[in-house]
C-alpha cells in the first residue's frame, strides 16, 4: 500500500526554469493538497483539489499552478523558478475534512 | 500573522523527563489534529480531537482541546528518544487545515 507518492525526491533548479511535481495517491481521496514547507513557518497551503477536474487557491498560490486530470494525480507546476521558492513541497490527500495523508515530500532549490 | 501559534518553538530534554507543548489561536476550530513529522518524512497523524474539553490519550501522550475550541496541549510522559521530531497542529478553518510551525522536540538518551 504505497499512500501518497511523490516524485522527484529532489531537484536542483536555476532561475527561470520550469518543472512539475507529481503526486501520486492510491487511497481513492476526493481531496488533494499542496503545501510547502519553510522553517519557522509551518505548512503552508498553496493548491488544492476537491475532485477531479478541479482545483483551487490557497494561501500562497503566486508563481505556481496545478491540474487534477485523474483523481488519483494532482501535479504541481512552476512556470519560472525564482530563488524564492526553494523548499520543501509536500503532498497530501484525505476524504472530506478528514485527516491528511503526506508524502515524503519533494527538497526543491533554485539557484 | 500565524493563524496558530505553538510553544515552544524548540524543545531538548533528557530521556525519562515529561514536556508539555502548547497549540493557540484567537480563532475557534470545528476540530483540531496533531502530526508528528521526522527528517525527510511528511507529517503523521497522531490524533483528531473535536469536543470542546475533549481530552484522548495515545500510550504516553496526552492530547486536550480547549473547552472554546482555540487551543490545544499535547503533554509527553516519560519522553523517549523515539519521540523525537517535529509536532504539528493542524486546526480545520473553513475548507482547509491551518497549520502551526511546530515544535521541534529532541529527546536526550
Known amino acids: 500500500n504505497a499512500g501518497v507518492t511523490q516524485t522527484p525526491k529532489f531537484r536542483v533548479l536555476k532561475t527561470g526554469q520550469s518543472m512539475t511535481l507529481l503526486c501520486a495517491q492510491d487511497?481513492?481521496?476526493?481531496?488533494m493538497y499542496w503545501y510547502r514547507q519553510d522553517p519557522g513557518m509551518g505548512l503552508r497551503l498553496i493548491h488544492y483539489s476537491v475532485g477531479e477536474g478541479t482545483t483551487a487557491k490557497g494561501k500562497v498560490p503566486d508563481g505556481y499552478n496545478v491540474s487534477r486530470l485523474k483523481k488519483q494525480n494532482f501535479l504541481l507546476g512552476l512556470e519560472s523558478a525564482a530563488p524564492s521558492q526553494t523548499s520543501v513541497y509536500f503532498c497530501a490527500s484525505s476524504y472530506p475534512h478528514s485527516p491528511l495523508h503526506f508524502g515524503n515530500g519533494t527538497r526543491l532549490t533554485v539557484t | 500573522t500565524q493563524l496558530l501559534e505553538q510553544s515552544p518553538q524548540f524543545l531538548s530534554i533528557q530521556e525519562g523527563e515529561n514536556l508539555t507543548v502548547y497549540c493557540n489561536s484567537s480563532s475557534v476550530f470545528s476540530s483540531l489534529q496533531w502530526y508528528r513529522q521526522e527528517p525527510g518524512e511528511g507529517p503523521v497523524l497522531l490524533v483528531t480531537?473535536?469536543?470542546?474539553?475533549e481530552v484522548k490519550k495515545l500510550k504516553r501522550l496526552t492530547f486536550q482541546f480547549g473547552d472554546a475550541r482555540k487551543d490545544s496541549s499535547l503533554h509527553i510522559t516519560a519522553a523517549q528518544p523515539g519521540d523525537t521530531g517535529l509536532y504539528l497542529c493542524?486546526?480545520?478553518?473553513?475548507?482547509?487545515?491551518?497549520f502551526g510551525p511546530g515544535t521541534r522536540l529532541s529527546v536526550l538518551p
Open positions: 493542524a486546526g480545520l478553518y473553513g475548507q482547509n487545515f491551518v
Open positions: 487511497m481513492n481521496h476526493e481531496y
Open positions: 480531537v473535536v469536543t470542546g474539553g
